[in-house]
C-alpha cells in the first residue's frame, strides 16, 4: 500500500543519502520500529545474557535507541533547529539501517568463526557502517542549524551511533 | 402532475418501517472496522495479562505486543476514526518545514441509530484502553518487573496519542479543550449558582423594603 511504498522509498533514501527535503516532509515512525526490533534481535543470545531469557537486554536496545533519538531531537530543538520533533526522530531511526546490516553481516562472519581474522572483518564493516549512517542523518539533519551549531548537533548523533556500533561491535555468541 | 422521484420508492417505506431502524441498530454499517478496532487493543491486553500461558519467551511476547499496539495505533488512526465517527488527524509538513497538525471533522446532517451504536464502541474502545494500560504501568512500577516497562510506557503513548488526537478533532474549531473543561465544571455547578443568586435576589429586596 501506499505507506508501505513511502517505508521502501526511504530505506533506498538512506542508501544513497542526497539531500531531499522531500524524504524529510512525510515522516513516519514504522522504519524504526521495524529496525530496532531487528536489531534488538539479533542482539540477542550474547554472553552478557546470564541464565534467563535474555528479557533486559532486549528492552535495553529498544530503550537506548528510543531514548537516544529522543534526548538528540531535543538537543538539536534546544539549539534552534528548525525542523520538527518527529521528522528528526524518522531520520535517526531510519539511519539506523547500515548498522543492521553490519550486526548481520557480524553474525554471518561470527557463525564462521571467533578469532582474530574474524574480529578484524567485523571492525572494519562496523566502522564502515558507522561512517555511513553518521553521514547520512548528517546529511538530512545539520542543514537544519545555523552554521556555527553544527558541531554541536552532529556530535550527540556521533555518540548515539558509536555507542550502537560498540554492541554490535562487541557482541560475542554464546 | 407529481414529478416521481428517483429512488423514492426505496427510502420512504424504509424511513417509515420501525423493524428497519431497529435493524440497522442492530447491524452497523462498518462491521469490518468495528471489530479491527476492538481486535487490536483487546488482544494487546490479553497477550500481556496472559503472556505466560502462551510462550516463555519474553522477546516473542514483546516483539508481539509491539506489533499488536502498532497495528492498532495504523488502524485507529488512518482506518476505523474516518470511517465509524468522521474524524481524521494527521501531522503535515509544508514547503518551509514547518509543521502543522490538522484535525477534521465530517459534517453529518443525520444521524442514524446505527452510527450512535459505532460511535460509543469507537469512544469506549478509545478511552477504556489507555486507562488499562496506565493501570499496568503502576502495577509493573511497584511490582519492580521493569524489564516491562518500556512496553507499557510504548503502549501508553500510542494510545493516548490517538485519544488525544480524537478529542482534539471532536472538539476543535469550536472551542479549545481547556475551556470545554472548565464550562464542564461551571454547568455542573451553575444550577447552585442560580439558586444562590436568587437567595441573593431576594435578601437584597427584602433588605431594601427592610430598610425603607
Redesign the interface.
Known amino acids: 500500500m501506499r505507506?508501505l511504498k513511502a517505508v521502501g522509498k526511504k530505506f533506498v533514501h538512506v542508501m544513497y543519502p542526497k539531500k531531499s527535503?522531500a524524504l524529510?516532509?512525510?515522516?513516519d515512525l514504522?522504519g524504526p520500529?521495524v529496525l530496532c526490533?531487528s536489531l534488538a534481535?539479533m542482539l540477542?543470545g550474547g554472553s552478557a545474557d546470564s541464565k534467563?531469557?535474555?528479557?533486559?537486554q532486549?528492552?535495553e536496545v529498544?530503550?537506548i535507541i528510543w531514548f537516544g533519538a529522543v534526548v538528540i531531537t531535543l538537543n538539536s530543538k534546544l539549539l534552534g533547529g528548525?525542523?520538527?520533533f518527529?521528522?528528526s526522530l524518522c531520520v535517526l531511526g531510519y539511519c539506523v539501517l547500515p548498522l543492521t546490516v553490519a550486526m548481520l553481516v557480524c553474525r554471518l562472519v561470527l557463525l564462521a568463526g571467533s578469532g582474530t581474522v574474524s574480529f578484524v572483518v567485523r571492525l572494519v564493516v562496523v566502522i564502515a557502517m558507522f561512517g555511513w549512517s553518521t553521514l547520512a542523518s548528517t546529511a538530512f539533519l545539520a542543514d537544519?542549524q545555523p552554521p556555527n551549531r553544527k558541531a554541536l548537533v552532529v556530535y550527540p548523533i556521533f555518540l548515539f551511533y558509536f555507542v550502537i556500533s560498540w554492541m554490535i561491535l562487541t557482541f560475542t555468541p554464546q | 402532475l407529481r414529478p416521481s422521484r428517483p429512488g423514492g420508492g426505496a427510502a420512504g417505506p424504509a424511513a417509515a418501517d420501525p423493524l428497519c431502524l431497529g435493524c440497522s441498530a442492530l447491524f452497523s454499517r462498518h462491521p469490518l472496522a468495528t471489530f479491527f478496532h476492538l481486535f487490536f487493543r483487546v488482544s494487546a491486553i490479553v497477550t500481556y495479562l496472559f503472556c505466560d500461558w502462551f510462550s516463555?519467551?519474553?522477546?516473542a511476547c514483546?516483539?508481539t505486543i509491539?506489533l499488536l499496539l502498532?497495528f492498532d495505533f495504523?488502524s485507529v488512526k488512518n482506518v476505523t476514526g474516518r470511517l465509524l465517527v468522521g474524524l481524521r488527524w494527521w501531522?503535515q509538513?509544508d514547503e518551509d518545514?514547518?509543521?502543522h497538525w490538522i484535525f477534521e471533522a465530517k459534517r453529518v446532517s443525520t444521524i442514524a441509530a446505527s452510527t450512535e451504536v459505532e460511535a460509543r464502541i469507537f469512544w469506549l474502545g478509545l478511552i477504556i484502553c489507555p486507562v488499562i494500560w496506565t493501570m499496568f504501568f503502576f502495577s509493573t512500577l511497584f511490582s519492580l518487573k521493569l524489564?516491562?516497562?518500556?512496553?507499557v510506557i510504548a503502549g501508553i503513548s500510542l494510545q493516548t496519542a490517538n485519544l488525544y488526537g480524537y478529542i482534539h478533532c471532536k472538539l476543535g474549531g469550536q472551542k479549545s479543550i481547556s475551556r470545554i473543561t472548565s464550562s464542564f465544571f461551571v454547568t455542573a455547578d451553575v444550577s447552585k449558582r442560580q439558586t444562590r443568586r436568587i437567595s441573593e435576589n431576594c435578601i437584597e429586596e427584602h433588605g431594601n423594603t427592610a430598610s425603607r
Not at chain 2, 516463555?56 to 522477546?59: A, E, I, L, P, Q
Open positions: 505507506d527535503s524529510l516532509r512525510d515522516w514504522w520500529l526490533v534481535l540477542q534467563d531469557d535474555g528479557g533486559p532486549f528492552a529498544f530503550v528548525t525542523i520538527s518527529f521528522q537544519s | 516463555n519467551s519474553f522477546v514483546f516483539v509491539l502498532s495504523w501531522n509538513i518545514g514547518k509543521s524489564k516491562w516497562l518500556a512496553l
